[in-house]
């Protein structure tokens, strides 16, 4: 088996076909998505909103709302096509199972992207990332598939007069596409505002991603 990634130690991640002849979806590589990609959404995440101004109300304080304010950035990198020399070096395969990835990889079929998507707080930074696989039908993350398994990261990167602390870091979906999720907890110092943040990012078969952070809006 091989495995790909980049990033900090996963904290949290979860999702065959290896039998005598690999599945090459027909035209496979004309349907995937080559190009690196960048979006970016800036938002207000309403429960530390909510929480600033009760707080500010109570206590006679000036807590500004620039506190709940968080910018998601999602990026993909350009695809890379799986070579026949990184099946052939790949360990734990039969045979046959190598024969049928080799096809696979010669046909341009297999191909893997790095993914990252960053959430900018008042006073943090959060990251998710990981190399993603996909074919043009299926894509996989963190399970092993056609002998190979890409990853998911979720980490802090700075804090400034806040503690974070990790809820979460999972996938979920179906064969053709997994969302990728990271969640977090933030309490400024030195008040009673603490609430939950979170990003989601969703890869595709094609080798695409979207996502903004699910709590801002």
């Known amino acids: 088996m091989k495995t790909f990634g980049k990033g900090a130690t996963c904290l949290l991640a979860s999702i065959g076909l290896l039998g005598g002849a690999a599945a090459i979806p027909a ?20 429960d530390c909103l909510t929480q600033v101004d009760a ?20 990026q993909l990198d350009a695809s890379a096509p799986v ?17 049928s990835l080799v096809a696979a990889a010669t046909a341009g079929a297999v191909q893997s992207r790095h993914w990252s998507q960053f959430t900018t707080g008042g006073a943090y930074t959060r990251t998710q990332n990981g190399t993603m696989f996909f074919n043009g039908s299926e894509v996989w993350v963190t399970e092993v598939r056609h002998g190979y398994q890409g990853s998911h990261n979720c980490f ?22 997994r969302v990728m999720n990271s969640i977090w907890n933030v309490n400024l110092n030195g008040t009673p505002i603490t609430y939950d943040a979170s990003m989601q990012a969703t890869v595709r078969a094609n080798g695409s991603i979207e996502g903004f952070g699910a709590t801002i809006g």
Do not use: W
């Open 55 to 74: 707080y500010n109300a109570s206590q006679g304080r000036n807590v500004s709302h620039d506190e709940c304010k968080t910018t998601v950035t999602t």
């Open 156 to 177: 802090t990167n700075y804090t400034v007069e806040v503690n974070i602390s990790d809820r979460a870091c999972n996938e979920s979906g179906a064969l053709n596409f």
């Open 27 to 46: 035209q496979a590589s004309a349907s995937l998505e080559p190009q690196p990609s960048s979006t970016t959404h800036t938002g207000y995440v309403r």
């Open 83 to 99: 070579t026949v020399a990184e099946v052939r070096a790949a360990s734990g395969l039969s045979a046959s199972e190598k024969r």
